[in-house]
């Protein structure tokens, strides 16, 4: 009874009326419709020569807070200033790296003196590649960035469950200036998601918070894919939890400051559920600085919550597992497997041996897969591993059946195209030979005429010899 006596604060009653008359929704885009009124630019991000930049068309930086690069060839990337002064705050809000845009990423960190990073995705999400990996692999090995003048290099590790501290060595190859970084990699946060507990992410702004990193002088980096969802939740309930700490509990409207941070970079937040999640880690974390503090005494509030199927530790390359078809269909028999209806027989399918010949230039198939269980058992005929066994088995046989008949085309096309070289070989001979033929025997017609005019020849000659001699005589 005293635990339900204790007087609640303002952010807590209006968590509590807002998820009575389920109305997150309703609350986030009306946030959404008001943070558009402001009509700020994103020219540098649509210019075509940074196009190819952004990872995503439609999460661009604004003009007036955007990060301007110093070692690059070109000004820009894609991430923006995000200050609350209120709050003694300001962090750096930027996209997953790209693979051509970690040169660009290591020079802002070198530039803005950034003491963290602090990354709140996977590499690889929902069979997506989310982000590049921009730190090395190995220990003390040397990654070098020529384009920018820059080495970086990993000196240590440590994992502690759901997020992965790493120290990376940052170098500049031009004034041999060596600096530290701290990078914070949570690995169990879902896209477009929650923490499965506000409590395992009060620990992570805990270690953050205890690094130094969150100083304003040196921003903090924080970037999930886009640089909206994630990291805008991160940033709304670090700074509410950071007035409130210093002003009072009741002197912060979150959604006004949700409007604020976003006047800085587009569409933070992205869900009404990451917007309920943040009004749950400010309720905790406020919780967590009263003397009396029990962790029995907010457990009632995470109650309308769904859980995140999420790994504890989570590879950094494993995406999370998909939700399961009924919870999709909203029916608790959607998951139940139905047999596929019986597939007609064919003796054209018939392959009881699955061998062919070995004198055949098919290539080798593999061995066919195992028969599903017998038909008498009803409970194996429903599973849904014997009913893919039984659509492998048709699907080989329909597999084979078409390279035999492809085979056995091949065959008869190959015999049609002997048969036409055999002709057309035989052809030309014939008509060689009557070439041959016709040239070497003339006909007897041609003969006789030569014949004739030979003789013409000859007459013409001895005519010729006897009007020489008349001449000879008269000249005489």
Request: hydrophobic letters at 30%; glycine letters at 4%; charged letters at 30%.
């Amino acid at each position: 009874m005293q635990d339900e006596e204790k007087p609640r604060s303002i952010v807590e009653v209006e968590y509590m009326n807002i998820t009575n008359e389920n109305s997150w929704p309703v609350i986030y885009q009306k946030i959404g419709k008001e943070s558009l009124a402001h009509g700020y630019t994103c020219n540098e991000a649509r210019k075509p020569e940074n196009k190819h930049l952004n990872r995503y068309r439609d999460v661009n930086p604004y003009d007036h807070s955007r990060v301007i690069l110093q070692r690059c060839d070109g000004d820009y990337i894609n991430a923006n200033y995000v200050k609350l002064d209120r709050a003694n705050r300001k962090y750096i809000l930027t996209q997953g790296p790209l693979k051509f845009t970690v040169n660009h990423f290591w020079s802002m960190v070198f530039h803005e003196k950034t003491k963290a990073i602090l990354m709140l995705n996977k590499l690889f999400e929902k069979n997506e590649v989310k982000c590049h990996q921009y730190w090395p692999n190995q220990f003390n090995s040397v990654c070098s960035l020529k384009e920018v003048n820059l080495e970086i290099t990993l000196t240590s590790v440590e994992n502690f469950g759901y997020y992965i501290v790493r120290k990376i060595l940052l170098h500049d190859t031009i004034t041999l200036e060596s600096r530290m970084v701290l990078h914070f990699h949570y690995t169990t946060w879902p896209d477009f998601g929650v923490p499965s507990s506000p409590k395992m992410f009060l620990d992570f702004l805990k270690a953050v918070r205890a690094s130094g990193a969150l100083e304003p002088d040196c921003p903090a980096i924080v970037h999930c894919s886009a640089g909206i969802g994630r990291s805008g939740t991160f940033c709304l309930v670090d700074s509410c939890l950071a007035i409130m700490e210093r002003d009072g509990q009741d002197t912060v409207n979150i959604q006004e400051i949700l409007k604020e941070l976003r006047q800085s970079r587009m569409g933070l937040i992205q869900t009404p559920d990451q917007l309920r999640f943040s009004y749950q880690a400010i309720i905790e974390g406020l919780k967590r600085l009263a003397p009396d503090y029990s962790e029995e005494d907010s457990s009632h509030i995470y109650a309308a919550v769904p859980e995140e199927a999420e790994e504890a530790g989570g590879s950094e390359i494993t995406p999370p597992p998909p939700p399961p078809r009924g919870e999709s269909l909203g029916r608790s028999d959607a998951v139940e497997f139905r047999p596929l209806p019986p597939i007609p027989t064919s003796t054209s399918l018939d392959l009881p041996h699955f061998s062919l010949d070995s004198s055949s230039s098919e290539e080798s198939l593999p061995s066919p897969p195992c028969e599903a269980a017998s038909d008498d058992s009803d409970d194996n005929t429903s599973s849904p591993a014997v009913v893919r066994k039984r659509r492998n088995v048709v699907l080989y046989k329909r597999i084979t059946e078409m390279r035999k008949r492809a085979s056995a085309s091949e065959e008869l096309r190959e015999t049609k195209r002997r048969k036409l070289r055999y002709a057309v070989q035989s052809e030309t001979i014939d008509i060689v030979r009557f070439i041959n033929e016709d040239w070497e025997t003339p006909s007897s017609e041609e003969s006789d005429d030569n014949e004739s005019d030979d003789n013409e020849s000859d007459d013409n000659e001895s005519d010729d010899d006897e009007s020489d001699d008349d001449e000879s005589d008269d000249e005489d």
